[in-house]
């Protein structure tokens, strides 16, 4: 329980403040287990909710304001982290991940492997001492995702998380427009490697000469015999059988790392290899769908080292490989060209390759200015036997009318397909 009248700092704690069992910055996810904490916005400060979070039932409110049920604090966001970081201290291991791409698939295999407790996909600061907070006495071991779009953010993640284990899965551009160059993304994210141990996925060893790297091929910690088929990943790992049902090479190598922090953690190979078998990304991260014609739902997000992860597991697949290409967010003044690697790569694996959005021509042979045109053509062009691979940025914040228009959010892409096929 998260008792407000036992903090690690000092606060005046209204009478009415009572035990939660969780804590939100957001207040809809309050509720009579659920306590609020009232953080500063980018536009509207959390105070704004405190009556919504009260007449939900929350047993307290983290908060600057002398209000009913109050925890009140000069600073909300300081008492936040200040609580979060003394409850990480009780957590027997925490596993710090970041990367270009494939954190959250590393996440939720590092996370079976070791029979932890891990981050939602949410992952901002809030959440991640919300998790903290929430977490740290549970004794068991912590997963968390730490992703960053700007400079100076993983120096802050450093103080509030302080992992164990260090993980970089993959360099790359993204976030360019705040972090600017591959150079600055591979120097920031390194950041994270300055906790007690640290690992590095096979792509980006070359950004970090001298640590230990793992995957396959050329790296300190191996898996062997990689095989990839239409069923799945199989491998072996210091002598124990992997498979990873519609697996690709991305999950390959995440439950590689999986057996590398559970054999250090002194899990036994066998059984932490048995939990990978079991691993559920969540949607839009290279979901495979089998049916009469595979659609790979792979549209949660998009950078070009991703995407030329998910177009080397298409080109391992039968039938014909059909790749559906949107737009990649936040490039800078070189995503033409970036967009047009990504296209070439494209042409070069896939059989028929569709691009939408602003970057069409140069995503794909088949090219559309928005998505209901690129669905008519696409869904008139399926075969039996086809595999589909689509893939693009979210434009989360954008309306559905300029997600259509600009070519991303195409998880709306992922459905039409599905229920085409009948199963959705």
């Given at each position: 329980?998260?008792?407000?009248?036992?903090?690690?700092?000092?606060?005046?704690?209204?009478?009415?403040?009572?035990?939660?069992?969780?804590?939100?910055?957001?207040?809809?996810?309050?509720?009579?287990?659920?306590?609020?904490v009232?953080?500063?916005?980018?536009?509207?400060?959390?105070?704004?909710?405190?009556?919504?979070?009260?007449?939900?039932?929350?047993?307290?409110?983290?908060?600057?304001?002398?209000?009913?049920?109050a925890?009140?604090?000069?600073?909300?966001?300081?008492?936040?982290?200040?609580?979060?970081?003394?409850?990480?201290?009780?957590?027997?291991?925490?596993?710090?991940?970041?990367?270009s791409?494939?954190?959250t698939?590393?996440k939720?295999?590092a996370?079976?492997?070791?029979?932890?407790?891990?981050?939602?996909?949410?992952?901002?600061?809030?959440?991640?001492?919300?998790?903290?907070?929430?977490h740290?006495?549970?004794?068991?071991?912590?997963?968390?995702?730490?992703?960053?779009?700007?400079?100076?953010?993983?120096?802050?993640?450093?103080?509030?998380?302080?992992?164990?284990?260090?993980?970089?899965?993959?360099?790359?551009?993204?976030?360019?427009?705040?972090?600017?160059?591959?150079?600055?993304?591979?120097?920031?994210?390194?950041?994270?490697?300055?906790?007690?141990?640290?690992?590095?996925?096979?792509?980006?060893?070359?950004?970090?000469?001298?640590?230990?790297?793992y995957?396959?091929?050329?790296?300190?910690?191996?898996?062997?015999?990689?095989?990839?088929?239409?069923?799945?990943?199989?491998?072996t790992?210091a002598?124990?059988?992997?498979?990873?049902?519609?697996?690709?090479?991305?999950?390959?190598?995440?439950?590689?790392?999986?057996?590398?922090?559970?054999?250090?953690?002194?899990?036994?190979?066998?059984?932490?290899?048995?939990?990978?078998?079991?691993?559920?990304?969540?949607?839009?991260?290279?979901?495979?769908?089998?049916?009469r014609?595979?659609?790979?739902?792979?549209?949660?997000?998009?950078?070009?080292?991703?995407?030329?992860?998910?177009?080397?597991?298409?080109?391992t697949?039968?039938?014909?490989?059909?790749?559906?290409?949107?737009?990649?967010?936040?490039?800078?003044?070189?995503?033409?060209e970036?967009?047009?690697?990504?296209?070439?790569?494209?042409?070069?694996?896939?059989d028929?390759?569709?691009?939408?959005?602003?970057?069409?021509?140069?995503?794909?042979?088949?090219?559309?200015?928005?998505?209901p045109?690129?669905?008519?053509?696409?869904?008139?062009?399926?075969?039996?036997?086809?595999?589909?691979?689509?893939?693009a940025?979210?434009?989360?914040?954008?309306?559905?009318?300029?997600?259509?228009?600009?070519?991303?959010?195409?998880?709306v892409?992922?459905?039409?397909?599905?229920?085409?096929?009948?199963?959705?």
């Amino acid at each position: 329980m998260l008792d407000p009248h036992q903090l690690p700092f000092s606060a005046a704690v209204h009478p009415q403040a009572r035990p939660a069992q969780h804590l939100t910055w957001d207040s809809r996810e309050a509720g009579p287990d659920t306590a609020f904490v009232a953080l500063p916005g980018e536009r509207m400060h959390g105070n704004t909710f405190i009556d919504q979070a009260q007449a939900a039932g929350a047993p307290f409110i983290l908060t600057d304001l002398d209000v009913p049920g109050a925890v009140r604090v000069p600073d909300a966001q300081a008492a936040l982290f200040a609580w979060a970081r003394a409850e990480r201290a009780h957590a027997p291991l925490v596993v710090g991940i970041t990367g270009s791409a494939g954190k959250t698939t590393a996440k939720s295999y590092a996370a079976a492997a070791l029979e932890a407790l891990f981050m939602p996909v949410y992952n901002t600061m809030p959440a991640i001492a919300c998790f903290l907070i929430e977490h740290g006495r549970a004794g068991r071991p912590l997963v968390v995702e730490m992703g960053i779009d700007r400079p100076g953010e993983m120096a802050e993640l450093m103080v509030l998380v302080r992992p164990d284990v260090g993980v970089v899965t993959t360099i790359g551009p993204a976030h360019l427009e705040q972090l600017g160059s591959v150079e600055n993304i591979a120097r920031e994210k390194g950041e994270i490697l300055a906790g007690t141990r640290s690992l590095v996925g096979a792509q980006a060893a070359a950004s970090y000469p001298g640590a230990q790297s793992y995957g396959f091929g050329d790296v300190t910690f191996r898996g062997e015999t990689l095989r990839i088929t239409p069923e799945g990943a199989r491998f072996t790992f210091a002598g124990v059988p992997v498979f990873l049902p519609h697996g690709a090479p991305v999950q390959a190598e995440a439950a590689v790392l999986a057996l590398v922090l559970a054999r250090e953690a002194g899990v036994a190979l066998p059984d932490a290899a048995a939990r990978l078998r079991g691993v559920h990304v969540p949607g839009g991260r290279y979901r495979v769908h089998p049916g009469r014609f595979t659609v790979i739902d792979d549209a949660y997000n998009a950078s070009p080292v991703a995407v030329q992860a998910a177009l080397d597991a298409l080109q391992t697949l039968p039938g014909r490989r059909i790749s559906v290409l949107g737009r990649m967010l936040e490039l800078g003044p070189t995503e033409r060209e970036l967009h047009a690697e990504v296209g070439q790569a494209a042409r070069q694996k896939a059989d028929v390759t569709y691009g939408v959005g602003a970057f069409a021509a140069e995503l794909g042979e088949r090219a559309f200015a928005t998505v209901p045109e690129l669905l008519a053509a696409l869904l008139a062009d399926l075969r039996d036997g086809d595999t589909v691979l689509v893939k693009a940025s979210r434009g989360i914040s954008w309306t559905p009318e300029r997600r259509a228009q600009e070519g991303v959010g195409l998880d709306v892409v992922v459905q039409a397909l599905l229920q085409a096929r009948g199963d959705a």
